[in-house]
């Protein structure tokens, strides 16, 4: 804890207590920092983002996708990448870089009308969402009018321009915030014997003098105010035409100065539900002013890579407006081509009614997310998935920069899916969570129907010869039975129950005289309750002595679902079957999440119509029912039957069964990812299987990951791999780069219930271990956190025989759930163990580091010795930390910088080479490392 200041951050005087992710202070460089590329709600599309806590990657990438609905498990499958990412962070991981992935040409970013703003032309202004994608549906746009008082102190100059406009110059008082450039002032002028008038003026220059604040600018705009609305700027006079050359002659006839000088800015404000999400305050209209709205960034603009790192800003003096729009991340943004608007009609104290909710394009939601056909194409970069492992470094490098060389046009894009994480060089570890998936069928899943609410037909008023009265009602399709209550009122504090297996009933009664009953009735079937029906009130046996008679309550109301209308969303519609409308009456709609409205929401409706139709203000996302009833003069009608609406976009397509599931698709992906992965030579993936994977599934996937003993052979190359060739036998070396971890990790956490892939879990692992002791330490026998259950449970032998594959199988043992194993898939013995590869990358990265300082120095004798004793210190402290085998420092390491590997001849061309030789702590043989400088600021690591 530490006391913060009051001021200028704007707090209370107290103690407050902050959390900030601390990097781990270490000579060495970072091995702790993972990437994921994977699907999310939100967020930009092939840009990394850095993240250094799960709320943080929840307020930029949203909540789990809801994806498919998997009916061989009956649920509903979400998106991995979520999960993923807060397992790294629970097992130790502290900084994380996030790609979300999904097809660029599908997917929609919705837009919002703006209340109350248009452009200069007069045209609508429509404000995007920050990130494609649906979801922001559920959001509504709102905007603020807000009007500071300025006071003139001069009268005011106009210059009439032959464009219609006018210049203008003002001098009005210092204030707390004096005007600047860019705002907007609203001028207020009174001619005699007219309307008042408005005119917009854009401040252009302002100047402080003796006198007060020396305004300039143009006038944009001359409006009549509508006297109704004092607190909006008024509609437009159509006898008074806003451009052009009218705009000259009636400004030439204003008084001066202007009877009103106000500074116009505004709030956007992001609306859920009736409550507010977010809110900016103090937007100005104007590209001049530091707080323009229409600087507000989009995901990708604000965390779109410049030559390796990100952006700082977007402009020069919106620093302030564009921090508040980061964190927390603001949900709207402009487009990159906003200029100037005008707040005509603009409300100064709206609310939630007069919002606007986006426009969303008609389609499935996978469409509009773009993730409706699952293959390995959302993953990989169509451009670089075919390049081999020593060309892909140098290909991706290209793509980059050559996007960068061209900003602004389409002749070029940077890299895209998983190859876009060449833009973020600190990653050392790489898990595509979401590669795990089985796919999804384009058609939605067929939803069971769910048991509808019977129509009560009328009670027989004439009893049968035994006295009982009949009742019917319609039958409801899949109903075992139905519960029929009748009670003395329409509340039905106390009913009488009548249990039947048919749609019909005959009632003995027997009254003392004519009494007043109310009937519903449900169907039932295996434990499972459909709606009440209408409800019918009735008198029995029907007489009008006037002793018996019940007070009037209004009429029952019909419920159904109305025809679809333009465009097409589900809504209902009621009438009802006696009373005519009468003065005084009123509408309850209620709806529930639950055919028995256990916790039932009302909805507001207007004064009643005969065969009203009504539609949900907002798309439903899950289905509810919805009931109506009438009221007059305090006393409630009965409720009507109930009706289900189903939501307009589903989620839940069908997965493709186990049986049905084609491996070709995550081939391809870990094909491309461990090409990547040698490629960069500085990272290793993290793989993962599916769920469903048994041990022989498992040992057929790693046989297509190595290269095929006959290239192109059918059976050595699954169908729907193809898109991305098997690696080469002169790519053999690349599978050091890859570890392969099964089956998935069931956790249970406050945040997350349910079961994940195992790389988040043990990337984050590997985080806490290069954190704590170095990354040449393995993960291995690490209890896993929040891990309660493994799916599938592999019996001790096949987890003994998914290690002799090198494989890394996770176990239940005492102590928790563990990863059992810490290989790579390398056919080098060398290089099997993980631990090792990582302890290679870490020293190419300190060599990469270290060379950096060197290339210009000249190359003495004094100049080499200095070299081979800067590497002799890190080395040696690897070897005080374990990472080199050896009891004392010439046992593990060698530096070679003298002439044995530096001849004159080598050093006449300009070339330095170093030559480490380290032996890791297993296994003991020797490896070597080379760095060789060829030239200017070109410097190169090999492995020997």
Request: with cysteine; hydrophobic share 45%; net charge negative.
């Amino acid at each position: 804890m530490r006391p913060l200041p009051p001021f200028p951050s704007g707090r209370l005087p107290g103690v407050y207590v902050e959390t900030a992710a601390i990097p781990p202070a270490d000579a060495l460089p970072r091995m702790d920092i993972a990437g994921f590329v994977g699907f999310a709600a939100s967020g930009p599309l092939s840009v990394p983002v850095a993240v250094e806590d799960p709320g943080r990657f929840r307020e930029i990438f949203g909540p789990d996708l809801a994806l498919a609905r998997d009916e061989t498990r009956g649920e509903t499958r979400t998106s991995l990448l979520g999960g993923a990412v807060e397992s790294f962070f629970a097992n130790g991981g502290r900084r994380a870089w996030v790609l979300r992935v999904a097809d660029a040409e599908r997917i929609a970013t919705l837009a919002f009308p703006a209340p109350g703003m248009e452009t200069a032309n007069g045209a609508g202004v429509t404000i995007p969402a920050r990130a494609p994608g649906m979801w922001p549906s559920a959001l509504a746009c709102g905007t603020r009018l807000t009007r500071t008082r300025l006071v003139a102190t001069g009268p005011l100059a106009r210059v009439p321009l032959p464009n219609g406009l006018v210049d203008w110059a003002l001098t009005v008082a210092p204030g707390p915030v004096p005007p600047v450039p860019g705002d907007l002032l609203e001028l207020g002028f009174r001619p005699d014997g007219q309307p008042g008038l408005v005119a917009l003026a854009e401040v252009t220059a302002a100047a402080p003098g003796p006198g007060g604040v020396a305004l300039s600018g143009r006038v944009l705009r001359f409006r009549r105010r509508a006297p109704e609305d004092p607190g909006t700027l008024g509609v437009e006079n159509p006898g008074l035409a806003p451009i052009p050359t009218s705009q000259a002659a009636l400004a030439a006839g204003l008084p001066a100065p202007p009877d009103t000088v106000n500074r116009l800015r505004f709030d956007l404000i992001a609306w859920r539900g009736e409550g507010v999400a977010a809110r900016l305050e103090g937007l100005a209209f104007s590209p001049l002013h530091p707080r323009f709205w229409g600087a507000l960034p989009d995901d990708a603009r604000l965390f779109a890579p410049l030559d390796g790192a990100p952006r700082p800003s977007l402009a020069p003096g919106r620093a302030a407006l564009i921090a508040e729009a980061t964190a927390p991340r603001f949900p709207f943004a402009a487009a990159p081509d906003a200029g100037l608007t005008l707040p005509w009609g603009m409300a100064t104290a709206p609310g939630r009614a007069s919002a606007n909710g986006p426009e969303i394009p008609a389609g499935p939601p996978l469409d509009l997310d773009g993730l409706a056909v699952f293959d390995d194409r959302l993953f990989l970069d169509p451009d670089l998935a075919r390049a081999d492992a020593a060309v892909l470094a140098e290909a991706m490098e290209a793509k980059r920069s050559a996007s960068l060389a061209l900003p602004g046009t389409s002749a070029e894009t940077p890299p895209t899916g998983l190859h876009a994480l060449s833009a973020a060089p600190e990653v050392s570890m790489v898990a595509i969570p979401d590669a795990a998936h089985r796919a999804w069928t384009l058609e939605p899943a067929a939803e069971p129907a769910p048991l509808i609410a019977p129509l009560l037909a009328p009670p027989a008023e004439t009893p049968d010869q035994w006295g009982r009265h009949a009742l019917s009602w319609s039958p409801a399709p899949g109903a075992t039975r139905y519960r029929l209550e009748r009670a003395a009122d329409a509340d039905f504090a106390a009913p009488t129950v009548t249990l039947t297996e048919d749609p019909e009933a005959a009632l003995a009664l027997d009254p003392d005289c004519p009494t007043g009953f109310a009937f519903r009735v449900r169907a039932e079937r295996a434990g499972e309750v459909g709606p009440w029906s209408n409800t019918r009130l009735a008198q029995l046996p029907p007489d009008a002595f006037a002793a018996c008679a019940t007070p009037e309550t209004p009429d029952t109301l019909i419920l159904a679902e109305a025809a679809p209308g333009s465009p097409p969303r589900p809504g209902l519609a009621w009438s009802r079957e006696a009373d005519a409308p009468r003065p005084g009456e009123t509408t309850d709609l209620q709806s529930s999440a639950t055919p028995t409205f256990e916790a039932p929401e009302d909805e507001a409706l207007p004064a009643p119509d005969i065969d009203m139709d009504w539609t949900p203000p907002q798309p439903l996302t899950a289905g509810r029912w919805f009931r109506v009833r009438l009221t007059r003069d305090g006393a409630h009608g009965p409720w009507s039957n109930a009706v289900r609406l189903a939501p307009e976009t589903r989620a839940d397509f069908a997965m493709v069964p186990v049986d049905a599931h084609a491996p070709g698709p995550l081939i391809a992906i870990h094909r491309a990812l461990i090409r990547f992965c040698a490629a960069r030579a500085d990272a290793v993936a993290l793989l993962s299987l599916p769920r469903h994977a048994q041990a022989e599934a498992a040992e057929a996937h790693l046989a297509a990951l190595l290269p095929l003993t006959a290239p192109g052979d059918p059976a050595g190359d699954p169908a729907g791999a193809r898109r991305v060739p098997a690696l080469s036998h002169a790519e053999e070396g690349a599978l050091s780069y890859a570890a392969l971890f099964h089956p998935w990790i069931g956790v249970a956490t406050p945040e997350r219930q349910g079961f994940l892939p195992p790389d988040g879990a043990a990337a984050g692992l590997l985080a806490r271990r290069a954190i704590a002791e170095g990354a040449w330490i393995s993960a291995a026998n690490q209890p896993i956190a929040g891990g309660v259950a493994l799916s599938p449970r592999l019996p001790r032998p096949d987890a003994a025989r998914l290690i002799d594959l090198q494989l890394n199988p996770l176990v239940a043992e005492p102590g928790g759930f563990v990863i059992l194993n810490a290989d790579t898939l390398s056919r080098t013995e060398e290089l099997r163990p993980l631990p090792v590869r990582r302890l290679m990358i870490l020293l190419r990265r300190l060599a990469l580091r270290e060379a950096q300082t060197y290339v210009f120095e000249p190359n003495s004798d004094d100049f080499r010795a200095l070299v081979r004793r800067r590497f002799e210190r890190l080395l040696s402290l690897i070897h005080q930390r374990g990472g080199l085998k050896g009891a004392t420092p010439a046992a593990a390491f060698r530096v070679e910088t003298g002439a044995s590997v530096n001849s004159a001849t080598a050093i006449d061309q300009g070339r330095f080479l170093v030559e480490l030789r380290v032996a890791p702590s297993r296994p003991f043989r020797h490896l070597t490392v080379l760095l060789l400088q060829t030239g200017p600021q070109q410097v190169q690591v090999r492995e020997a």
